[in-house]
């Protein structure tokens, strides 16, 4: 990366005494985040990276540093009525029924093969996970990933009609190439599952297979047909949640990020780890505050609750988004429309 | 790096029309494996890279696919007559031995501080897990980095009188540049430590933190003067070593490799799954050949026994690094000397 770069600055330096000059600096002197609204969050986010990035500030941070992490579910994409992968979970429970006749007796799978997700879900986390070890577990890793594939090519969310992968924030994806464009590295720290996310995030946000973090279940290396396999068990690894956020950012990264982004309570370690690192440190939260192009959430929910998140994001200057003032689009599907 | 990548090559392009062109081709016609002799070993490496980067070629492969994973001790620097990690874990264990009075009464430590490391090291891999736990635990995650970067600028090998961090090898630093430079993201996949290869593999190897992969502790995540600090917990989390190689890779990378090389039958069922995927993929062995420069030691070491894989080697086609024929030198200290 560093060679590249160098080779890059060089090569970038040589054109200057091109015509072409004028046509590749225009790139740096547009908008970078045209679908956001001119106003205090905005101008947060420019200023801060703009201080970072500078060599003569006080604030300049070295590119290596530069790490931005995002979570997943309502931060990057959107959440509701229920998290898209326990859409999937639910799907998968549905097409297995018939190799799994004990799932007739057996809650909370009883209730999803039923219709009935209301009581499904009131079996609480413990039923979630049980869920998400019945519809993602016991096949290999390759077998998952295709999985994941096929389904989001073919399902649609309820509410808009549309690919679940379609329901991803405009803003937010200009935001993460922003970024990457001065030299940070962009992660996913989502309490999603990490495999169901590589699955599609490298196409929906340019984001790495290797810079996904995400819960996890158990793995083992197995030989098929001669040939070794990764696969899936039924066993909790890591919950990426709370206090799993920065314990998998030591793990995975092993550097404590400048800026962290997210939209529930189940941020706010992450945030709060982040912004208390010395030097410049960027909190952001989104506020979901939209309920015609999106919807409108927060301290009463039961999915991405933000509550405590929000007193600590006044208490302690952290940028909050809201969603209707700040965007001017949400979805990338809204500027085709246009 | 896709968006960089993009750049590059209109940047590049954008040169075709300057006189100064001649300057940054000549980069890519420079022997790109300087302290590699001409060979059968160094060719294979060089053809591997030609036919994968070629967009023309059957065996092209994306940028976004090209994953690299390198073991680290024996492969990347030495570990011989122990695991340098095992020279810090002791070196540790003497500093606390005056906060530990239970240590002189308790095995291993009794010996180390005894400076019978036979006898220290006759209790086996439960010996060497407690030596770790007794001197990689019980403090902050930033406390432990200082810890070993103040080691390491302090601290030299017995026979070379170095630094340990100088202990690597040239010619594969300059394979890590020379993928690198041709869009290979490289990663450390070792069974040491993960945190204490943090510490220095950056500056060593230009490898980031968050492409390093190894074996690690538990670690939560506490308040320590009103602010969120990661704490090393004497607990075993993860061994990267043997199976535990693809299930570390799948785990953080998230993708197999196209690339891998080890020195070691730990590192075998790395390089198994890395050469078993479809399309182009390079098995590289490091063989210790070179009691002059290094050591010569393989089926019969306790430390970095290569048996088993020097059998699969020979019978998969892998290429096997003689390191006395293959290498012009083995340190970096070696070219300032000449």
New interface residues.
């Given amino acids: 990366?560093?060679?590249?770069?160098t080779?890059?600055i060089?090569?970038?330096w040589?054109?200057a005494?091109?015509p072409?000059h004028e046509e590749?600096t225009k790139i740096q002197i547009q908008d970078p985040l045209p679908s956001w609204n001119e106003g205090a969050t905005k101008q947060a986010i420019v200023d801060f990276v703009s201080e970072v990035t500078n060599p003569d500030s006080e604030s300049f941070v070295a590119p290596?540093d530069r790490?931005a992490t995002f979570d997943n579910d309502g931060n990057l994409w959107s959440e509701q009525p229920l998290y898209f992968q326990l859409f999937y979970a639910i799907d998968r429970i549905k097409a297995e029924a018939e190799n799994h006749p004990e799932w007739n007796e057996k809650e909370p799978f009883k209730s999803v093969l039923k219709g009935d997700m209301g009581k499904a879900l009131s079996y609480g986390e413990h039923g979630i996970v049980e869920m998400v070890m019945g519809s993602h577990a016991g096949m290999s890793?390759d077998a998952f990933q295709t999985q994941v594939k096929d389904w989001l090519s073919t399902s649609k969310h309820p509410r808009f009609d549309k690919p679940y992968n379609e329901l991803i924030y405009q803003p937010m994806l200009e935001l993460l190439?922003y970024l990457?464009?001065n030299d940070f590295?962009t992660?996913i720290v989502s309490g999603g599952g990490?495999?169901f996310m590589?699955a599609w995030v490298?196409e929906a946000y340019?984001i790495?297979?290797?810079?996904?973090i995400g819960s996890?279940i158990k793995?083992?290396?197995v030989e098929q047909d001669g040939?070794?396999v990764?696969q899936r068990l039924p066993e909790l690894d890591f919950i990426d949640d709370k206090?799993g956020k920065?314990?998998g950012i030591?793990?995975?990264?092993?550097?404590r990020p400048i800026f962290a982004s997210g939209n529930s309570d189940g941020d706010l370690?992450m945030i709060?780890?982040t912004t208390?690192g010395e030097g410049p440190r960027f909190g952001l939260y989104v506020h979901h505050t939209d309920s015609v192009r999106e919807w409108a959430y927060d301290r009463e929910s039961s999915i991405g609750r933000l509550d405590k998140g929000l007193d600590e994001a006044a208490a302690n200057g952290w940028t909050v988004i809201d969603m209707q003032r700040d965007w001017k689009v949400v979805y990338p599907f809204e500027l085709k429309e246009n």
């Fill in positions: 990366m560093k060679n590249l770069y080779l890059l060089l090569a970038i040589f054109t005494c091109t072409k590749t290596g790490i890793n190439v990457r464009a590295k992660f990490i495999e590589r490298e340019g790495p297979s290797d810079q996904v996890s793995t083992e290396l040939k070794l990764i206090e920065p314990i030591n793990k995975f990264i092993g550097k370690p709060q780890w208390q």
